[in-house]
């Protein structure tokens, strides 16, 4: 399966898509970890992408499809998270798989009001190491700083002090608003409200999905 989960910053895609990825066994793709690995690395890429990311910009998409376009045939099926991001984007995407002979089978759009995404924002930290994300208020670590999953050092992103955050929900809306209505016109996109607890966001997230027992 090649499933896309869009929605704004804060949706919930990392968290939503964490828990697929384990309960299916399908590859999390998610632009925005790679991104920030590469920027913990320091790499070339990673001292550019830091200087769009702190902003709340976009990275330029012939970085962020050369990172991806090889990835998108894992025979474990593929879950995009925060890619295609701009039309551009979304046009390599479907090159790529054309190359391949697999199709999107399902773009779920997460909605999620402003309100709400602007408190996650600010309540959020995450694993420096393997990203998991955690609220501070609602789901924090066991033990204070510290990733329950893996042990590394709890985080704040840079990008979600406020002035940035303002800027992230700007630009989804000029860039990534027009990748939907691309979906849509196809007609493989479900719509679902992503509030309520995280399991139950992952129980609609599952039946948008169709989830059967063989994700591949
Ligand atoms: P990216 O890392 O993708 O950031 P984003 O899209 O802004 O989304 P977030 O990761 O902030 O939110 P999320 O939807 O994953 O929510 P989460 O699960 O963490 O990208 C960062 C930057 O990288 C971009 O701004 C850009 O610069 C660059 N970039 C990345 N991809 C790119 C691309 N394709 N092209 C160009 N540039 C690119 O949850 C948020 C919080 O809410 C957490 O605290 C979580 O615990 C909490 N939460 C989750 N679910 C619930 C719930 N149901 N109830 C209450 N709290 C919840
Ligand atoms: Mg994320």
Same mark, same amino acid.
């Given at each position: 399966?090649?499933?896309?989960?869009?929605?704004?910053? *804060?949706?919930?895609?990392?968290?939503?898509?964490?828990?697929?990825?384990?309960?299916?066994?399908?590859?999390?793709?998610?632009?925005?970890?790679?991104?920030?690995?590469?920027?913990?690395?320091?790499?070339?890429?990673?001292?550019?992408?830091?200087?769009?990311?702190?902003?709340?910009?976009?990275?330029?998409?012939? #970085?962020?499809?050369?990172?991806?376009?090889?990835?998108?045939?894992?025979?474990?099926? +593929?879950?995009?998270?925060?890619?295609?991001?701009?039309?551009?984007?979304?046009? %390599?995407?479907?090159?790529?798989?054309?190359?391949?002979?697999?199709?999107?089978?399902?773009?779920? #759009?997460?909605?999620?009001?402003?309100?709400?995404?602007?408190?996650?924002?600010?309540?959020?930290?995450?694993?420096?190491?393997?990203?998991?994300?955690?609220?501070?208020?609602?789901? %924090?670590?066991?033990?204070?700083?510290?990733?329950?999953?893996?042990?590394?050092?709890?985080?704040?992103?840079?990008?979600?002090?406020?002035e940035a955050?303002?800027?992230?929900?700007?630009?989804?809306?000029?860039?990534?608003?027009?990748?939907?209505?691309?979906?849509r016109q196809?007609?493989?996109?479900?719509?679902?409200?992503?509030? *309520?607890?995280?399991d139950s966001?992952?129980?609609?997230?599952?039946?948008? +999905?169709?989830?059967?027992?063989?994700?591949?």
């Amino acid at each position: 399966m090649r499933i896309v989960l869009m929605g704004p910053p *804060g949706a919930g895609k990392g968290t939503q898509a964490r828990r697929l990825a384990e309960s299916t066994g399908m590859k999390h793709l998610s632009t925005g970890d790679m991104l920030r690995a590469e920027v913990a690395a320091g790499t070339e890429l990673g001292l550019l992408a830091k200087s769009f990311m702190d902003k709340g910009d976009y990275v330029p998409d012939s #970085h962020i499809i050369a990172m991806i376009e090889q990835l998108v045939d894992d025979p474990a099926g +593929i879950l995009l998270d925060g890619f295609p991001r701009t039309i551009v984007q979304a046009e %390599a995407l479907d090159e790529a798989l054309e190359k391949v002979g697999l199709p999107i089978d399902k773009v779920v #759009h997460m909605s999620v009001d402003t309100d709400e995404l602007v408190l996650r924002l600010s309540n959020r930290a995450i694993c420096k190491k393997c990203q998991t994300p955690y609220n501070l208020i609602s789901n %924090a670590p066991s033990k204070d700083g510290v990733c329950d999953n893996c042990g590394s050092e709890v985080i704040v992103r840079d990008d979600d002090k406020p002035e940035a955050v303002k800027n992230r929900m700007k630009v989804y809306e000029e860039l990534t608003a027009p990748v939907l209505n691309y979906y849509r016109q196809r007609g493989n996109v479900a719509e679902i409200v992503a509030t *309520g607890t995280p399991d139950s966001v992952f129980e609609k997230l599952s039946q948008a +999905i169709e989830l059967t027992q063989s994700a591949g």
